[in-house]
């Protein structure tokens, strides 16, 4: 139904509404691309990979990948590497950022982590190849007359606090507002799609129930101007460092499942299924993820046990 993407185009194209960034049900393993002072909070080189397709059966739905990278490179310093593919109906947006992290030792494992991100977001709208080619009222409409594309830099900010044991986090991944979409209508020009900035809040703890099983609640609160606050709630068990499973909420969104097995030490892949709850119900039921974890140069010293986040 080529009309939603026309839905779409309002929706982003609204001043009041602002772009949302994307959901991501398995969060806490993909924390570096929200929270650049995440880069480096590891004891070696590890990276991630997840795909998400979201309202399945949804045409124009969005679609998101997402690739990260994050190394220690010296002493309390961390750097990192994102790449975000994000595409929603005629919209597709592609980010690619860079993360540097500070880490302060207050004791013990307590550490304090200050991070800073910065990169370009790339924009390419399909308002006449998904529009205007056939699917509006008024043919030759100027509005959807020819396909248009947006570069923007942007910078991102984030504090880590973490030990062994539990984690809580503050970030603000796009600190510049940027319009993406100039329309000229009748003479008038119009600029929609904005980005606004979002504040994360994370969290989460560890409880060892036994030496073979660790469970661990956590939470995503995701808020910016003039657009509704998102929380997640989810909660975890590991079982023998190689098995992990749970469950997760998304208030007035969708309930949501998540599993994932560690194929060898440096290797976890993982799934998560979200049923919807929301007005959505009634036209999708589903959205999915997918989620692949490595690691690199592993130190000789590193722990067994992993820390879980």
């Given amino acids: 139904m080529k009309y939603l993407y026309i839905t779409f185009i309002i929706i982003f194209s609204n001043s009041v509404v602002a772009q949302q960034d994307p959901h991501y049900t398995q969060y806490m393993y993909n924390m570096n691309v929200i929270n650049p002072a995440y880069a480096g909070s590891k004891d070696n080189m590890a990276g991630s990979f997840m795909y998400r397709q979201q309202w399945v059966g949804l045409e124009g739905a969005p679609k998101t990948a997402t690739f990260s990278i994050h190394s220690p490179v010296g002493k309390n310093v961390g750097l990192g590497l994102s790449a975000i593919s994000d595409k929603i109906g005629p919209v597709v947006e592609n980010n690619i950022y860079a993360d540097f992290s500070y880490t302060l030792n207050l004791g013990d494992s307590n550490r304090l982590a200050f991070g800073l991100k910065a990169g370009a977001t790339l924009h390419n709208i399909g308002l006449f190849s998904d529009i205007g080619n056939g699917y509006v009222q008024q043919p030759g409409d100027l509005a959807f007359s020819e ?163």
């Fill in 147 to 309: 396909n248009t594309s947006t570069a923007n830099l942007n910078i991102g900010t984030g504090l880590f606090y973490y030990n062994d044991n539990y984690y809580l986090a503050f970030s603000i991944p796009n600190m510049l507002n940027s319009k993406h979409l100039d329309v000229t209508r009748n003479g008038q020009l119009y600029q929609f799609g904005s980005d606004v900035q979002h504040y994360f809040i994370t969290g989460g703890y560890v409880f060892n129930l036994s030496e073979n099983t660790k469970f661990k609640p956590s939470f995503l609160m995701k808020s910016a101007v003039n657009v509704p606050t998102s929380l997640d709630a989810s909660a975890n068990f590991m079982l023998y460092n190689k098995f992990e499973v749970g469950g997760s909420y998304r208030i007035n969104d969708s309930f949501g499942a998540m599993v994932n097995f560690a194929i060898n030490p440096n290797l976890r892949i993982g799934y998560a299924y979200d049923y919807i709850i929301s007005d959505l119900n009634v036209t999708t039921t589903a959205s999915h993820e997918i989620m692949l974890l490595f690691d690199l140069n592993i130190p000789k010293k590193a722990s067994i046990s992993p820390r879980y986040f």
